[in-house]
């Protein structure tokens, strides 16, 4: 059985990504990190907290685009027709230039260019906080420097960061939600409703309740 529940990851180990081993995002107030190519930015780290979760990166029902869909704990009608769960981890960081914390987000890829690759080996070695200067070269490749943190910024750089990494351990922010999830309109895809069939699965048994209905049903019974 496969598991969504996020682990904290420990940077000391050498696998971070568990023993198994793209893109529409949720509607989240959380923004993803994204670093375009030939573009650069920087990222503090505060203490190397980081989440795994896993995922799926399936086609769209509309387009040929790649979306990355949570693996829905234990009942995934993904999972179920034999689509690969992606491991990926979250690591919060504050974003020098929007000033806000952000969500970089990665896969594993050991390649010695890869962003994993040399944010993993900056990390396992790390006093913490620090700052990254993240350049990608290409698609794949990027350049990973760890650089100083002005002793001036420090403070506020905490403040922020701080309250959000308060938010993640009382539950208000869950880091997972810039992914999208299984929801009603995936089941929609006739090509996931024939497999899910054909394995003996009723897709109906997947379909998430509308809360919108349920709410507005409550209401008439309260009034
Ligand atoms: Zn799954």
């Known amino acids: 059985m496969i598991e969504t529940k996020n682990n904290i990851v420990n940077w000391k180990d050498d696998d971070h990504f568990g023993s198994d081993l793209s893109l529409y995002y949720g509607e989240s107030p959380l923004v993803e990190l994204k670093v375009s190519t030939g573009e650069s930015k920087i990222v503090v780290v505060w203490d190397g907290y980081a989440e795994q979760v896993r995922t799926h990166s399936i086609k769209q ?25 992606y491991a990926r981890l979250l690591i919060p960081v504050y974003s020098v230039g929007s000033g806000d914390v952000e969500i970089l987000q990665f896969l594993k890829f050991d390649e ?24 990608r070269e290409d698609i794949f490749a990027y350049d990973v420097r760890k650089i100083e943190i002005p002793g001036d910024k420090l403070a506020s750089i905490k403040t922020q ?28 895809d006739p090509s996931l409703r024939r497999k899910l069939e054909f394995k003996g699965y009723d897709y109906k048994k997947f379909l998430v309740e509308d809360h919108s209905e349920a709410n507005s049903v409550a209401d008439m019974f309260a009034m």
């Open 61 to 85: 029902v509309q387009s040929n685009y790649k979306q990355t869909v949570l693996c829905r704990d234990g009942n995934c009608p993904l999972c179920i027709v034999g689509e690969k769960v």
């Open 112 to 135: 010695y260019k890869s962003l994993y690759s040399q944010v993993k080996s900056i990390l396992k070695q790390a006093d913490f906080p620090l700052a990254l200067e993240i350049c």
């Open 161 to 188: 960061v701080e309250s959000f990494l308060n938010s993640i351990k009382d539950g208000t922010t869950t880091m997972s939600d810039i992914f999208k999830e299984v929801d009603n309109s995936l089941l929609n």
